[in-house]
């Protein structure tokens, strides 16, 4: 757990890196701190209110206590044993076999369930899902993917600038040979930022697998709950009906939509097979 945790750290670290960088490279402070205070503003924006958009958008509805008492209960007893207060419990009503978790902190917290998923898993390895989608939480793992994505958004928007600047002639290493380098950069940098942005959320559902397994004592059951999730999602073979979704899939417990090749390169999920493993060794 400590190595995700310095994981996290170290990648968070490298785009800040990549950020001075490019700054510097621009060679302007006013745009680098444009490009800082528009992202921090939509983030702020994102940071606040992206659980009421998600839930709209899955249409979740508060999970009926009656009829769901088991699922209830789960959640009741597993935030007894991480000690955190009790998050809302939302249901949505769709075959598609998955949970996820969201709210910007332990005391605005949000996760929810699929009928899928409640008709998949028997109760043990449910309950393994629910310790992970608690994890996220406790691990505030919404306020460290707004920083990534802070970070990111302004590599992005300066890299862009950097482009346009050298293409209509605004940097003074034009007659140096510079304009390819530059433009190289500019390229490059979002690239290499996004591919970090990504590792980050890897490197925290790894994180939440191993601080779920702890919460719930018994990893051998989230590892059978992610094993009927991957066979779930092959076979539903599911694709997003709008960028919204696919912008939130990383959300998921289990990434909802299909994808092969190159995908696992860009996925905000690491190989199931590898989440899989790690948490049998958590058992052994």
């Not at 170290?10 to 001075?20: A, D, E, I, P, T």
């Not at 528009?38 to 924006?45: D, E, L, P």
């Not at 207060?85 to 929810?112: C, L, Q, V």
Request: glycine share 6%; net charge positive.
């Amino acid at each position: 757990m400590f190595l995700n945790q310095l994981k996290t750290a170290f990648l968070l670290g490298s785009l800040s890196g990549l950020l001075l960088l490019l700054g510097h490279l621009f060679g302007g402070q006013a745009g680098l701190t444009i490009a800082l205070t528009i992202a921090i503003v939509m983030n702020f924006f994102m940071y606040f209110y992206s659980d009421k958009l998600v839930l709209r958008m899955y249409k979740a509805q508060p999970l009926d206590q009656e009829r769901f008492s088991h699922v209830h209960d789960m959640v009741e007893e597993l935030c007894s044993n991480a000690n955190m207060p009790m998050p809302k419990i939302w249901y949505i009503p769709t075959s598609m076999a998955n949970a996820f978790a969201t709210g910007r902190n332990p005391k605005n917290a949000s996760i929810a369930v699929t009928q899928g998923i409640i008709d998949l898993l028997d109760n043990h390895e449910l309950r393994g899902v629910i310790a992970h989608e608690l994890s996220h939480v406790k691990n505030r793992d919404i306020l460290v993917a707004t920083i990534a994505a802070t970070l990111a958004m302004t590599i992005g928007y300066l890299a862009d600038m950097l482009y346009w600047s050298t293409i209509f002639g605004g940097r003074r290493d034009r007659e140096q040979g510079g304009t390819a380098s530059a433009l190289l950069v500019a390229i490059l940098m979002p690239f290499a930022a996004m591919l970090i942005q990504l590792a980050i959320s890897r490197s925290r559902e790894y994180l939440a697998d191993e601080s779920g397994a702890t919460i719930s004592h018994d990893p051998l059951a989230l590892a059978s709950a992610l094993e009927k999730l991957q066979y779930g999602a092959q076979m539903q073979k599911l694709k997003p009906k709008s960028q919204a979704q696919t912008s939130t899939a990383s959300l998921f417990i289990v990434y909802p939509f299909f994808g092969k090749g190159l995908f696992n390169l860009f996925s905000t999920h690491p190989p199931m097979e590898k989440r899989i493993k790690r948490l049998r060794n958590m058992a052994r």
